[in-house]
């Protein structure tokens, strides 16, 4: 168990490639951490630097007290699971989770009390003599677990463990390592870009772009208060809508137009005035898909937040609709209870939820009011 | 149609696999067959000759000259197959590893494989007859200072040197390709369980390239007991009958010692034993091949 201090971070390729760019995290003893970023964002870079399998440029790394910039793999008290799971081909499932125990020179007993307890858990006992290519997919990254297991690491690595399996197997999956980060009680760091892993596992989540932490916070959070227009979009499926706006001020009152129709700001929103200073500035404005509202009584509630918005297609997702529409000439999503499902080409009103609506500084993307 | 396409297809077949198939016959095994033929006759090569049944296999068992032919033919490959079977590997290792001009060094430790056997083996004769001494000379080695094919004791280790100089370059291209298939996170599972150095190369490079190795092992103890070429153009077959492998025996006692029927038994013989030990190696390095 073990806590993990990255500072100033930093990786650049003999090429001169930087695709770490001083980063700093603390990741606490015990956490799931999720990195989570589009691809080349430097997430399994961060992760494979942490293992030990790719050299630290700069900065400082450590495990629990330990700096480990430069200290291998083997011996940073880690285990990792790899996207194309990594096992030894050759090895049958049991010596696949034996083979690190044995080179530590473990005593042979100890390691096959290791080796079926974490099979038991895993539910791999049947297949404990087979080689991996006799195993599922999702066998196989069992195994891949288990290998991790036994060795009773400080921190568990997970490189995008479950991208290659199809979508049922995933959710299963998921729910699993979850389970597992539960019962072991240890330090877990896992990259994805699949969003949805990300919210559903994590204690805490890491978006990173382009080498950069873009923002470090609970799933919660980083849905209802992302601090800037990458995060808002890249978190929540489908992304939040981004409509360009323009503040303008009456009194203490502030108003954003979209498509005509002017919206007030509740004043609760604008706290220690910071409106003030875009006042007459363009805005992005960002429209989660689900703060669309065509129910009658909220459109009657608000009409004030009334919008036309044109339908140009619909997608039937079972309990809802997505609908795909233009305001202002920039196209939006929002969802629709399935009852509402809207014709093609059909011109619709909705009210839009100006409490939830988020404000994004035009030029830095920086999150205005959330 | 599609008895047509069929027949289309079938003539095709037939065009590509029927001159090959004569051309194989004509020049392959009409002559192995013609060769048993001989091998129970006396022919000399020219003139006339009788059936003499399993004579020449009977006397190949008691001619010394054949029986010495062997042991050194298969002393030979096997010093040879296991020399240039480290030697490749070692050097297939580092041609894999990240280096400078990895490219071009490859190509040049390649070269060697486009060379004829005839050609390498004049130029190391050259090689052993005046270079070497010429150095041994120079910084005063008595040891040095003879040709080593000059000495019955030591002409097969210069022969034992020039031919595993030219196999090292094919050998060392199976492993390199060998060792692509390895896939790389395999490798980085092994350094976070503690495969390092040695025990990496073990337990994971080894077992993952055994389907190479057996590749290896079988061209060369194949190629190795056929050894010819260089026995040519390098020893001639001595001092002293020293380096006499099977094949030249064959072909110098066949054609111009006047006993073709005789030899032609020693290479049915031969032949039989190369086929026995190439399945004998892939059977049971097929067994130990880990099924990926």
Redesign the interface.
Known sequence: MASISIRNLNKTYPDGVEVIDGLNLEIKDKEFIVLVGPSGCGKSTTLRMIAGLEDITGGELAIGDRVVNDVQPKDRDIAMVFQNYALYPHMTVYKNMAFGLELKKVPKDEIDQKIKEAAKVLDLEKYLNRKPKALSGGQRQRVALGRAMVRNPAVFLLDEPLSNLDAKLRTQMRTEISKLHRKLQTTFVYVTHDQTEAMTMGDRIVVLKDGKIQQVDTPENLYNKPANIFVAGFIGSPQMNFINSKVTQEGSKYFIKIDGCTLEIPAGKNKNDILSKYAGKEVVVGIRPEDFHLDQAFIEMAPKSLIDVKIDLTEMMGAEVYCYGKIDDEAIIFRAPSRFRPKEQEEIVVAIDVNKIHLFDKETTESIII | MKDKLNSNRSRTFLAITIPIVILFFVFNTMAVIQGFGYSLTNFKGFGGYDFVGLRNYIDLFSDERIINSYIFTFGFAIICTILVNIISLVLALGLSSKIRAQGALRAIYFLPNILGGLVIGYVFNFFFTYILPGIGEAINSGALSNSLLASPKTAWFALVITVAWQAVALNTLIYISGLQTV?E??Y?????????GF?KFK??TF??I?PFFTINMVLCMKNFLMVFDQVVSLTGGGPARSTESISFLIYSGGLSGGAFGYQSANAVIFFVVIVTISIFQLRFLNSKE???
């Open positions: 896939p996170d395999v980085e599972a092994g350094a976070i369980d503690g495969a390092v025990k337990n994971i077992p993952l055994m880990e099924q990926l």
